[in-house]
Structures are given as structure tokens and as C-alpha cells.
């Protein structure tokens, strides 16, 4: 009895500290719950917030209530940018590129010589990491990397930097499996319990909680784990930008030429995507066979022998997959290069667009364009058909793994009956088979896109760069007073070790402070002498050393899109004594007065609302800004008046200008001021012919002689014509030779003077802006756009997609029904032989609809793909169109990259992510559609469930939605930034290598980044809110049948409750993909949104209008009579062109003079219709330009362009892309220009293929 008492004592003491350890535990959980007040930092009003998630309480992380504000808020009103979240310091841009860089280090090491600058430990501050520049590999060009290194390094490289966090994904993963694959081990359970009455009903219920709670942490899980991946991919994607980036700045020029900017953007834009898509779906390469080995294992425990058919038929598939993948390779590799072609061609388009209008080119360049299209859908129809095969091969082997396995169970032995809980415990293991072996396909593509991009992206990183060292920088010291030498120097353009030579023997010397002209004729070597002492050629031998800092005013100005002040300030601080000498010297006192908002005045893309004589003084005061030692202008006076250039020798170049006792090297054609300078060099084919002052020069050499002839014999004779015309004041009647030599001009200086844009005289509102904030759509995606994709797709193509998804939901609930009705029959009592024929039949009925649902799904899958092919090329063709057909005033108000944009990341959308989330939204739908239908036939008491269930579904998903789509649509604006500015990076390259400001654009550039990258995150975490609450409803579902068939077990089946349990446990991924999918289709078909805004551009007058063609030989004689002709740029703009009255006669000659801004340059373009006038008419030969068509007008009369483009492509092309004209014609026009000879020299002659913007000219 005492024995009795101690064991109860201290059974009762064992209990109270169980408890109080329960109790303490649980307090202690509660505790952790509540997180401690997080203390703000005081920020700046309009800086963004942090990411709550910091420091946000454990079970707020878990539920991801800290988003619910931004979703509530994006649902109230449309979200901006500033309602995202500051991306976390550990996400930035310029520590995850930093982070790759020292990985690419180690590697390199270890592979092959790389010499760096800056080898510091990694563990530096932020401050020392965003000087990254240097940190790029630096390639020894005499020891190149081999071949297959290229290929390898990069992906190494961008895994081995993120690898723990790639771990930690891994292992959440793990779990995850293991909790899935609990599932239907618990179903099992709970089966047996509908086949023993004597089971009491707390054990049923018990089960379906246990069911229930292990879906509940599986759903934690499978949420940290996306979340954890998606951060991986944000960093991939930041981490390549960075490095195209900063691999950009330092490209060498031959590389240049090798890689265009549209495959750069492509890099950054498609390449960049392709490793960020892949990140969820890395793991699948080992959890994926992980999951099939295990359900291989517990479907042996459940079908004995009977799964051998199964394995080897998924054994069979791996080498039919591995065949597939490859094609999928080579077309993905073939694509991309294609895509390239057309991405690089239309950048080429929108940089030359006006001179597309002026010559009426359009119709040449649609057709080179869609040529390239329709190869790239070539391509994609293929790759569609290929995967197409994939992922039927993989929907369909569940279910011919799960057809063999029954029927040899069951032919087998008669002993082996099929009964509800090994049926339906299979059917829910072939079911979680479905999920690696349908996610394999996807992870075989992404793999295989990775691949291809991962080569595109080594061979871009691993390409030459300018040699560091081909310039040395010495002090004033050891410079012996010698601001620049050159000493036994030749140079080239080319990385080739036969490649020409540009610079032969060169020798100079330039004593500080002295100011020294090069003259030659044109080719002859003059501006290549400044590229060399930027390093920007190749040094092939020779020494060249600098003494002091350098500015740099290019032949071509470089304006960047932002105010007038910053671009002279270029990124230095403000000295407003300094500034206002500029302005002074640089002779832009008068312009500022005219802009509207003076100095603060937006410059468009490419300096396009200032002259070419303003563009050239704001980068000749951008040079004087920064104050350097050493000037380098390359002939800045070519583009501005002679008062004017006067004004700027004087005040700026001379002896008594700003830059007086500074090193000046200037490039000139002119004469005017060679007298003035204190040494003159004489180039000639790429060598130092003579130098010295100016007046023992002219007599001694030929060469000077000539040049300063030729200018002066030029000058004299367009003074002659200037004086006769006003002495006569009549029309000079010219023979038809004159003409063909002397074509109508308009001269150089006007043109470049007086490029008056809409901004200078903008109306008050819109003073300081010409280049307008790209629009954001808001609220939901209008049916319109739905429509306008389904018209695209075709008619025809959605009714058989409608018809082949009815079959397909049809059949796959007849085949789960049946095999209900199939496994209730083994509990009845028969003869063995009506047994027998029983099975063969119902097994014969369950194949044919098991084989009959694969057929429909691959049919479905086709068709869908092939309507996707047909809408992508329509959609493709009216964006070109509407774009090309758009007036210059669009052109002129949007950035080239915006565009861009629209036709690289857009247009692969609609290819790629908007078929692929049809597809997937469309076998998801299948599921749920038959889920629903299950659960009500099971018992309609479900009906009761579901509605509620239903409407807090659709509550959710709406909210979300509303965040969701206006997230994607910041996305795709705040892309275009980044875009924008590589594209205006690159065309200012020399410029911002020369004044050694790289740190500051890659910085821009991150920023950029980082903006975008927030609303990608914020897009992200606004996922998984929905993930977590769509699959919490799909658990209460679980739950709700579960224990409505344990209190109905009387009243159902043991296969009834199968089916319903089975199928409810597939309605957590099915409806939480559903929604996924869903909301994936909305914010890709922005895409579709933001292509039929460009389509619907208000466009110019038509090309052609038939009825008012004119006579082929229009016009014959050339008279041209404009009456009181007025014209503004835009709307609310005030007149350019007041009430003009001219009248031309035939054959006259017409010199148009003015002013900046006086609008000389307006009526040109009036003459072209470049701008439509306002009031008043242009008659050419008695027909008046506004009734005829524009290409009719713009082919028939000519222009001689102010800036020359050349586009990519043959010498004929460039001259002739209409293929109107024969070789001899070609050559003719040639002879007259003055460059027969060297096209003659050229490879191929009229078929030599000039590179982008004509660099190998």
C-alpha cells in the first residue's frame, strides 16, 4: 500500500512538472510572439521605409502580417514607388556585385593569370565596397583565358558567392518534402478507419486534425522556402546588371564593335530574368529525385512487385528528356542570337529615326525587322512544339505509372485485391509523383536558358578591355615640363595582330601651357591622336605618358537627359563664381535667357531641344568646369557661327581666355585661328608630317598649303554666290551638272545652330520638363486588353482551347470516378470468375480513360502554344508599326531605352511568360474545377464549406490582385530607368572614361537597380502573403471534409472518402498555383497593356494616300511657295513660324540665315511635314505637301541630315535600302563624295558590313 502511495506521489509530482513545463513553455512561446518596439530612425520625409520584416514578432514573420498595409493600401489607391520598401543594405546592388567580383577572383586565381587592382578582404565596409570599379577581373590579353573557362567561370562564380544562402533554401526544402510525403501516410490511417465500424470517432477525427496540421507546416515551410529563393534571384539579377555594367565602362573599342548596345540591354534585360526565374526551381534537381525514390519506396510498401512497370518507365523517360532538353538548347541559343539581332537593329532604328522620315526609309527597315522576327519565331514555334512534347511526356507519366501499377497488381495474383486505401493512398503518391515530374520540365528549360545565358554573359565579361596602362601617369616632377609625350608610338583600333595600323611613328611633345593645333584633311588621323592619349586605342608599342587631369570636349557632343546646370556641373560641386565665367565664355548667357527655365531646363535624350552649336558649348563648358590641366578638343568649333566661335577663341582657347596657361590640344578644320596658336602639328595618313608656328609652316609645307587653299577657296566662293545673289535678286538658272555636284544643301552651322525644340518656349507648368515621366497605368487590367491578346491569338484557336479544356476536365473526373467505383467493388463477395472478368474490365475502362485524358491535355497544351505564336507575331507587327508610324514629336518627348524596353522585355512576355502561365493556370484550373466537383459528389453538405470558403477566397485573391498588378507595373517602368541610362552611357563612354568618372555612373546605375529591385521585392513578399493565406483556406478545407466524413462514415464509402480526401489534399498547391497563375497572367498581360499603348500612338499623316498620288516625275521643275505659314511643336506651345510668305523659283539657290532659335531649322522641317504646319500652305510645282502622302512628299525632295548615322549593315544598304538603285548609280554618287577610293579599299566593296553607328569607318 505504501508502495501504491509513492508510486501515485510520484506519478502525481512527474505530472505537475510536465505541466509547468508546458505551461512556462507555452508563456514563453507567447513572450517570443511579441516583438519589442522597433525605434525609427529619423529620415528624410520622401525616403522610403525599411523592411519591417526585420523587426517585426515571430509569428507576424510567419503569417507575413507586416504586408498586409502595403496590400490594403495598394488596394485602396494605386501604389507608387515610394510605398515600396528601401531594399535591405544586404540586397543592394553594389554588395552583391562586389560579392560575385571577389568569387570571380578566387576562381580566376586558381584557372588562369589575371592581374586586379585592389586585392582587400573581402569584409569591407559599404563605403569601400561601392568603389567596385577596380574590382573587376582585368583580362591579360597576351594570356588569354581558354575557351571553355569562358564558359564555366561565370555560373561558378555567381552560385559560389550566395551559397549559403542557396543552402539554407535547400534545407528549408528538405523539410518541406519530408512533411509532404507525411501525407499520405496519414491518409492511409485515416482509411483504415472507414473500413473497421468498431473504430471510435475520436480516432477519425484525430487523423484529420493530424492531416490538417502537418499541411499547416508544410505550407510554412514551402513559403519560407520561395521567399528564400526569390532573394537568390534578386541578387542574380543584380548581381549581372552590376557586372554588364561596370564590364561596359571598361570595354575595350574593339570589343565595342563586337558587341552591340542592344545585346548588352539584352544581357542585362533577358540573360539577367533567366538566372533569376531559375532560382525557385534549382532544387528541384535533387529534391525532385529525392521525392520520386521515397514515393517509389512507400509505393512498394503499398503495390509490392506491382511498381516495377512504374520505375521502368520512368527510367525510360530520363534519356527521351535529356534527347529534348538538348534541341531545347541549341533553339534557345539560336533564339537569343536572333533576338539580339532585332533588339540591336532597333535601337539602331530609334537613334536614327529622323533620318528614317526625312528619306521615307520606314517601309525598308519594317520589312528588315520582321525578316528578323519571323526568324525568331521560327525559332519559338519550335522550341513551343518541343515543349509542348516535354511536359505531356511528364503530365501523362503519373498517369500511365499509375494505370501499369494497377493492372499488374491486380493481374498479378487473384489474392490482390484493390482496395480503397492502397488505390487511393497510390492515386495521392502518383500525385505528389506529378509534382517533380510535371516541375521538370520547367526546370529543364530555365536550365537551359541559364546555360545559354550563362555563356552569353562570360564571353560578354571575359571580352577585352582598354588597357589600363597604355597611358602612364606621371607627376610634374618627372614630366620635365612636358604636359603630354608620345614617344616612338603607333596605335591601332583593332585587337587583331594583324590588324591595320591608324598611328605610325608618332613623336610629340607638348610643353605645359601652350596651346597646339593638329590640322590634316579629314581621315587623317587627327582625332585618333586624342583617342591615344585617352587610352582608348591600342597600344601596339611605343610610350605615352600624361602630366596632370585631363577634359575631354568630343567631336560629337555628349548631352545627358537632365538639367542644363548638371550637365555642365557633371557631377562636381557648384561654384557659382566658377559657373558664371563658364557661361560667359562658352557664350551661353543669351541661350539661358531663352530657355524657360534657364539653367534648371530639362536637355532631352541626346541634347535633342538644344542646337548642335548650343549642345557643343555646353560640353565645351562642361570641360572648362572641371577645371583640368590638360584640354583636349576635337574641333568644337566646327558646329557653332564664326562670331561665335570668335567670341569662344577669345574668351576660352586663346592667350587671353579662361584656359590661358593650360595645356590646350586643338583638332580644327578651320584657318581663322592657326596664326594664334603657339605650335602647329601636321597629320597626314596616320603620321606627324611637320610641325611648327604657323608662319614658317605655310611656306615650306605643301601640305598646309593645300588645306588652308582648299578652306579659303571654299569660304571665297560661297561669298561670291552670297554677293551676286543680292547684287542680281533674281533666280540663277543652273545647269543640270551644277545640280548633281552641288545638290541643294542646308548649310552645316544653320542646321546645327537652330535645332529649336518645343521646350524653349514651354508653357509655364511644364517649364523644366521635355522628357515626361513614363506612365503608370492604374487599377485593373481593362477587358479591352484581354480582348485585343484573344483577337490576337485568333478566334478560332481559343473556341478549340475552350472545347479540348471542357474534354480534358470531362475525362479526368470520369477516370477518378471510375476508379472510386472500381475499388468499392473488391468489398463485395463474387465468384472468383465474374471476379476476374470484372477486373480486366474495369482495368481495360480505366486505361482508355487514363490514355484518352493525356491525349486531351496534349492537344490543349498545343493549341494553346500555337495561338500564343500566332498572337506574338501580330502583337509584334502593330507595335513596330505604331512606333514607326508616330511623328517626331513622340521621338523627341521619350527616351530610346523606354522604347526599347517595350519591344525587349515586353514582346518576350507575350513569347515566353504569358503562354507559359496559360498553360499552367489552364492544368491547375482542370484540377480545381474537379476538386469542387469531387468534394459535392462526395456529399453536398460540402456546399455548405465551400461557399464560405469560396468567398473569403475570392476577397483575398481580389485585394491582392489590385497590389500585385500596379507592383508589376512599377516594375516594367522603373526597367526602363535602367535601360535609359546604359544606353546614354554607352554613347557617352570616351566622355566619361576621359573625365574618370566611372564611380559616379555606377552608382547611378545601382540606384537604378535598386529601385527596381525594390518593387520586384515588394512583389515577392505581397506572393507569399496570398501563398499563406490561400493555403490556410485550402487546409480548412482538409479539415471541414475530413471531419464531415468521419460524423457521414455511415453514409459513404471507404472510396468515396478517398477521392474526396485525395483531391482535397491536392486544393492547397492547386488553388494557392491557381492564384499564382492568375494573378501572373494579369501582370504579364501588362505587357500586352503596354504594347497597345504604343500601337495606339497618335500617328503622322498616312504614308501613301492613293487618291492623291502625285505624277511619278514630280516635281520636275522645283518652285516652292509658302503663304503665311505658322507652326508650333506640340499643343500649348506658343508659334515657331509666324505668317512666313516665300516664294522660291525654280532652280534658285536659297541661303537661310538667323539666329539660334530663329527657326531655320522649323522650316526645313516644315518642308518635310516633319512637324504638321499650324495655319497656311506649302505649294511644291503647284501641289500643295499637306493633301499628298508623306512618303510621296519625303522621297521626292532631299536633306543632307546635321548628325550622320550610319546603320549596321552593307555599304549599299546604308545608301540605298530600298534597293531603288543599280551598283553603277551607287558607285556614281560615291565618286561624288569623294570616298570611291576607300570603299574600293574595303573588303567586299559595296557589301562590306559597317558596324553600329559606322565605328569601323
Known amino acids: 500500500n505504501f508502495q501504491q502511495q509513492t508510486k501515485s506521489a510520484k506519478l502525481w509530482t512527474e505530472s505537475a512538472r510536465i505541466w509547468l513545463h508546458f505551461i512556462v513553455a507555452l508563456g514563453s512561446f507567447i513572450a517570443n510572439c511579441f516583438a519589442e518596439k522597433y525605434t525609427t530612425i529619423e529620415t528624410v520625409s520622401d525616403e522610403r521605409p525599411i523592411v519591417p520584416e526585420l523587426y517585426v514578432s515571430f509569428p507576424s514573420q510567419i503569417f507575413c502580417t507586416w504586408v498586409t498595409p502595403l496590400i490594403l493600401r495598394g488596394y485602396k489607391k494605386p501604389l507608387t514607388e515610394n510605398d515600396c520598401w528601401q531594399l535591405p543594405i544586404s540586397e543592394r546592388t553594389v554588395i552583391v556585385a562586389h560579392q560575385v567580383q571577389n568569387c570571380m577572383k578566387r576562381m580566376n586565381r586558381r584557372t588562369t593569370s589575371i592581374s586586379y ?240 522620315k526625312l528619306y521615307a526609309w520606314e517601309m525598308a527597315f519594317i520589312r528588315s525587322i520582321t525578316r528578323i522576327r519571323e526568324k525568331e519565331l521560327g525559332y519559338i514555334r519550335q522550341k513551343a512544339i518541343i515543349g509542348a512534347i516535354s511536359n505531356i511526356l511528364w503530365t501523362f507519366t503519373p498517369i500511365l505509372v499509375g494505370i501499369t501499377t494497377f493492372a499488374t497488381y491486380v493481374l498479378l495474383s487473384d489474392s490482390n485485391i484493390l482496395t480503397a486505401d492502397k488505390a487511393f493512398v497510390s492515386l495521392a503518391l502518383f500525385n505528389l509523383l506529378r509534382g517533380p515530374l510535371v516541375s521538370f520540365p520547367n526546370m529543364i528549360n530555365s536550365i537551359v536558358d541559364a546555360r545559354v545565358s550563362s555563356n552569353r554573359i562570360g564571353k560578354f565579361l571575359n571580352n577585352d578591355e582598354i588597357d589600363k596602362y597604355a597611358v602612364d601617369r606621371v607627376s610634374n616632377e618627372l614630366s620635365h615640363g612636358n604636359s603630354v609625350n608620345i614617344e616612338n608610338g603607333s596605335f591601332r583600333w583593332s585587337n587583331l595582330v594583324d590588324g591595320p595600323l591608324v598611328l605610325k611613328n608618332i613623336n610629340l611633345q607638348i610643353h605645359q601651357g601652350l596651346l597646339v593645333a593638329l590640322v590634316g584633311m579629314v581621315g587623317s588621323g587627327k582625332s585618333s591622336i586624342l583617342a591615344a592619349l585617352l587610352g582608348e586605342m591600342i597600344k601596339v608599342n611605343g610610350r605615352v605618358s600624361i602630366s596632370g587631369k585631363i577634359a575631354y570636349v568630343p567631336q560629337t557632343a555628349w548631352i545627358m537627359n537632365t538639367t542644363l546646370k548638371e550637365n555642365i556641373l557633371f557631377g562636381r560641386d557648384f561654384d557659382k563664381k566658377l559657373y558664371d565665367q563658364v557661361i560667359e565664355a562658352c557664350a551661353l548667357e543669351q541661350d539661358l535667357v531663352m530657355l524657360p527655365a534657364k539653367d534648371q531646363t530639362e536637355i532631352g535624350e541626346k541634347g535633342i531641344n538644344l542646337s548642335g552649336g548650343q549642345r557643343q558649348r555646353v560640353s565645351l563648358a562642361r570641360a572648362l568646369y572641371s577645371n583640368a590641366d590638360i584640354y583636349l578638343l576635337d574641333d568644337p568649333l566646327s558646329a557653332v557661327d564664326a562670331h561665335v566661335g570668335a567670341h569662344i577663341f577669345k574668351h576660352v582657347i586663346g592667350s587671353k581666355g579662361l584656359l590661358n596657361g593650360k595645356t590646350r590640344i586643338l583638332v580644327t578644320h578651320g584657318v581663322s585661328h592657326l596664326h594664334k596658336c603657339d605650335d602647329i602639328i601636321i597629320i597626314s595618313q596616320g603620321e606627324i608630317v611637320d610641325h611648327g608656328l604657323y608662319n614658317d609652316l605655310i611656306q615650306r609645307s605643301k601640305i598646309l598649303r593645300e588645306f588652308v587653299h582648299s578652306v579659303a577657296l571654299s569660304e571665297k566662293e560661297q561669298y561670291h554666290h552670297e554677293i551676286n545673289d543680292i547684287e542680281r535678286r533674281q533666280s540663277i538658272s543652273t545647269p543640270p551638272t551644277e545640280l548633281v555636284s552641288n545638290p541643294l544643301e542646308i548649310t552645316k552651322n544653320d542646321v546645327q545652330q537652330t535645332k529649336l525644340q518645343p521646350i524653349t518656349v514651354e508653357i509655364e507648368e511644364e517649364k523644366k520638363k521635355l522628357i515626361q515621366k513614363e506612365t503608370v497605368q492604374t487599377g485593373s487590367v481593362k477587358l479591352r486588353i484581354f480582348s485585343i491578346y484573344i483577337r490576337a491569338c485568333k478566334s478560332s484557336m481559343i473556341t478549340l482551347l475552350t472545347i479540348f479544356f471542357c474534354l480534358t476536365t470531362f475525362v479526368t473526373l470520369c477516370t477518378n470516378i471510375w476508379l472510386s467505383k472500381w475499388t468499392d467493388k473488391s468489398t463485395k463477395n463474387d465468384t472468383s470468375s465474374s471476379l476476374s472478368n470484372s477486373r480486366i474490365r474495369d482495368m481495360n475502362i480505366y486505361s482508355a480513360l487514363g490514355l484518352t485524358q493525356g491525349f486531351l491535355a496534349f492537344v490543349m497544351h498545343f493549341v494553346l502554344k500555337l495561338a500564343a505564336y500566332i498572337a506574338g507575331r501580330k502583337l509584334h507587327w502593330i507595335i513596330l508599326i505604331g512606333v514607326l508610324h508616330s511623328p517626331m514629336s513622340f521621338f523627341d518627348t521619350t527616351p530610346v531605352g523606354r522604347i526599347i524596353n517595350r519591344f525587349a522585355k515586353d514582346i518576350d512576355s507575350i513569347d515566353t511568360a504569358l503562354p507559359n502561365a496559360f498553360s499552367q493556370a489552364l492544368t491547375t484550373l482542370i484540377t480545381v474545377v474537379a476538386t469542387l466537383i469531387i468534394l459535392i459528389y462526395g456529399s453536398w453538405i460540402a456546399i455548405f464549406e465551400l461557399i464560405p470558403l469560396t468567398i473569403l477566397f475570392a476577397y483575398v485573391q481580389r485585394i491582392y490582385i489590385s497590389s500585385s498588378r500596379q507592383l508589376r507595373r512599377l516594375d516594367s517602368v522603373t526597367r526602363s530607368s535602367i535601360y535609359a541610362n546604359f544606353g546614354e552611357t554607352i554613347q557617352g563612354l570616351s566622355s566619361i572614361r576621359a573625365y574618370h568618372v566611372q564611380q559616379r555612373f555606377i552608382d547611378m546605375s545601382d540606384n537604378f537597380m535598386d529601385r527596381n529591385q525594390s518593387c520586384n521585392f515588394a512583389s515577392s513578399v505581397a506572393n507569399r502573403w496570398l501563398g499563406v493565406r490561400l493555403e490556410m483556406i485550402s487546409n480548412l478545407i482538409i479539415l471541414f471534409t475530413a471531419i464531415t466524413s468521419v460524423f457521414l462514415r455511415d453514409h459513404l464509402t471507404a472510396g468515396t472518402v478517398g477521392l474526396m480526401i485525395t483531391y482535397a489534399l491536392q486544393i492547397t498547391n492547386s488553388l494557392n498555383l491557381l492564384v499564382r497563375t492568375s494573378s501572373e497572367i494579369e501582370t504579364n498581360i501588362v505587357s500586352v497593356e503596354r504594347i497597345n499603348e504604343y500601337a495606339e500612338l497618335n500617328p503622322e499623316a498616312p504614308w501613301e494616300i492613293p487618291a492623291k498620288k502625285p505624277s511619278p516625275h514630280w516635281p520636275t521643275n522645283g518652285s516652292i511657295q509658302i503663304n503665311e505659314l505658322s507652326m508650333r511643336y506640340r499643343e500649348n506651345l506658343q508659334l515657331v513660324l509666324k505668317d512666313v510668305t516665300v516664294n522660291v523659283e525654280d532652280g534658285e539657290k536659297i541661303g537661310i540665315i538667323g539666329r539660334t532659335g530663329s527657326g531655320k531649322t522649323s522650316l526645313c522641317s516644315a518642308l518635310f511635314r516633319i512637324i504638321e504646319p499650324t495655319t497656311g500652305t506649302i505649294i511644291i510645282d503647284n501641289i500643295n505637301i499637306r493633301f499628298i502622302g508623306l512618303h510621296d512628299l519625303r522621297s521626292k525632295i532631299t536633306i543632307i541630315p546635321q548628325d550622320a548615322v550610319i546603320f549596321a549593315g552593307t555599304v549599299r544598304f546604308n545608301i540605298d535600302p530600298l534597293g531603288n538603285y543599280s551598283d553603277a548609280e551607287i558607285w556614281n554618287v560615291l565618286e561624288l563624295v569623294h570616298i570611291k577610293e576607300r570603299v574600293i579599299l574595303m573588303e567586299n566593296g559595296l557589301s562590306y558590313l559597317l558596324a553600329e553607328g559606322g565605328q569601323n569607318m
Not at 124 to 132: A, L, V, Y
Not at 293 to 313: C, E
Open 117 to 356: 587592382k585592389n586585392t582587400s578582404a573581402t569584409n569591407q565596409t559599404e563605403d569601400e565596397n561601392r568603389n567596385s570599379l577596380n574590382d573587376l577581373p582585368m583580362i591579360d590579353i597576351e594570356k588569354p583565358l581558354l575557351k571553355h573557362q569562358k564558359k564555366t567561370i561565370f555560373w561558378h562564380a555567381l552560385f559560389g558567392a550566395f551559397i549559403d544562402k542557396i543552402i539554407a533554401g535547400g534545407l528549408i526544402k528538405f523539410v518541406h518534402d519530408l512533411f509532404q510525403l507525411t501525407g499520405p501516410l496519414i491518409l492511409k490511417l485515416f482509411l483504415n478507419f472507414f473500413t473497421d465500424p468498431t473504430k471510435p470517432k475520436w480516432l477519425g477525427i484525430f487523423y484529420g486534425i493530424l492531416l490538417s496540421a502537418i499541411v499547416f507546416c508544410q505550407v510554412i515551410f514551402l513559403r519560407a522556402y520561395f521567399h528564400c529563393q526569390f532573394l537568390v534571384g534578386l541578387r542574380f539579377r543584380s548581381a549581372i546588371t552590376g557586372l554588364v555594367y561596370r564590364k561596359s565602362l571598361k570595354l575595350s573599342n574593339s570589343s565595342k564593335h563586337e558587341t552591340t548596345t542592344g545585346e548588352m540591354i539584352n544581357l542585362m534585360a533577358i540573360d539577367a530574368s533567366h538566372f533569376g526565374d531559375i532560382t525557385t526551381q534549382l532544387h528541384m534537381l535533387w529534391s525532385g529525385p529525392f521525392q520520386i525514390i521515397v514515393i517509389l519506396f512507400v509505393l512498394y510498401q503499398q503495390m509490392q512487385l506491382a511498381i516495377i512497370p512504374g520505375v521502368a518507365l520512368l527510367l525510360l523517360m530520363i534519356p527521351i528528356n535529356l534527347f529534348l532538353q538538348r534541341i531545347q538548347k541549341k533553339l534557345t541559343s539560336k533564339q537569343m542570337t536572333v533576338k539580339d539581332e532585332r533588339i540591336k537593329m532597333m535601337n539602331e532604328i530609334l537613334n536614327g529615326i529622323r533620318v528614317l
